[in-house]
């Protein structure tokens, strides 16, 4: 407990309360939210903001129900504002992370893009990853296939995982393992949530 009996925020614990579901899990599978000084609701994906947070798992249908219910002011016990188009500025700032970790990724020499370079890369097992842009041939992307025990990433644009690698389009890239490999599996799921549809399959299954 806190001072005057108050609970505390404990943001070092791996579990959290989302206050749409009422469901526990881990930190990873929800967003946190703070309330900023003039009572406006902003999205604290680093979970460095001041002040108690307030969860919301990582689902667009639950971002835009928190916001259409009055959810936030209920967990806040305050007035608070709510930005309009909560889950379009969410699904922005998370895209704009995994794009920035995978850059991070590159230039510590764990990652690669490119048809022939991934290709070798799983060829060799080295691949832990495999990323693949929401929007290129289908044909070409079913010739890559996830790495045995890896994970697939295939929600961002071509455009957006470019920006990783300093061009203007990327379809295929891979991550090796170590660095920053968990925190860009982890961020990318919180994107697809997002971006994903209930129903839609985004993980490619290896032959």
Same mark, same amino acid.
């Given at each position: 407990?806190?001072r005057?009996?108050?609970?505390?925020?404990?943001?070092?614990?791996?579990? !959290?309360?989302?206050?749409?579901?009422?469901?526990?899990?881990?930190?990873?599978?929800?967003? !946190?939210?703070?309330?900023?000084?003039?009572?406006?609701?902003a999205?604290?994906?680093?979970?460095?903001?001041?002040?108690?947070?307030?969860?919301?798992?990582?689902? !667009?249908?639950?971002?835009?129900?928190?916001?259409?219910?009055?959810?936030?002011?209920?967990?806040?016990?305050?007035?608070?504002?709510?930005?309009?188009?909560?889950?379009?500025?969410?699904?922005?700032?998370?895209?704009?992370?995994?794009?920035?970790?995978?850059?991070?990724?590159?230039?510590?020499?764990?990652?690669?893009?490119?048809?022939?370079?991934?290709?070798?890369?799983?060829?060799?097992?080295?691949?832990?990853?495999?990323?693949?842009?929401?929007?290129?041939?289908?044909?070409?992307?079913?010739?890559?296939?996830?790495?045995?025990?890896?994970?697939?990433?295939?929600?961002?644009?071509?455009?957006?995982?470019?920006?990783?690698?300093g !061009?203007?389009?990327t379809?295929?890239?891979?991550?090796?393992?170590?660095?920053?490999?968990?925190?860009?599996?982890?961020?990318?799921?919180?994107?697809?949530?997002?971006?994903?549809?209930?129903?839609?399959?985004?993980?490619?299954?290896?032959?």
């Amino acid at each position: 407990m806190g001072r005057a009996g108050q609970p505390k925020d404990r943001t070092d614990g791996p579990d !959290r309360k989302c206050i749409v579901t009422g469901e526990v899990q881990p930190k990873h599978g929800l967003i !946190r939210f703070a309330v900023g000084p003039e009572g406006q609701i902003a999205p604290d994906l680093m979970e460095k903001l001041p002040g108690r947070g307030i969860w919301v798992s990582a689902d !667009r249908a639950a971002l835009d129900k928190a916001a259409a219910k009055g959810l936030f002011a209920r967990a806040a016990k305050q007035p608070v504002q709510v930005p309009e188009g909560l889950s379009d500025l969410v699904e922005a700032l998370l895209a704009k992370r995994v794009v920035n970790l995978i850059s991070l990724a590159r230039k510590g020499g764990r990652a690669v893009s490119g048809y022939e370079k991934v290709k070798i890369m799983l060829g060799k097992e080295e691949a832990r990853v495999l990323i693949q842009a929401s929007d290129g041939s289908e044909r070409g992307k079913s010739k890559l296939s996830t790495p045995q025990g890896g994970s697939f990433i295939g929600w961002l644009t071509a455009n957006e995982l470019g920006q990783a690698f300093g !061009r203007q389009t990327t379809i295929h890239a891979a991550l090796g393992a170590g660095g920053l490999l968990q925190p860009v599996v982890e961020e990318a799921a919180r994107l697809k949530g997002l971006r994903v549809s209930d129903g839609e399959t985004a993980r490619r299954k290896g032959k």
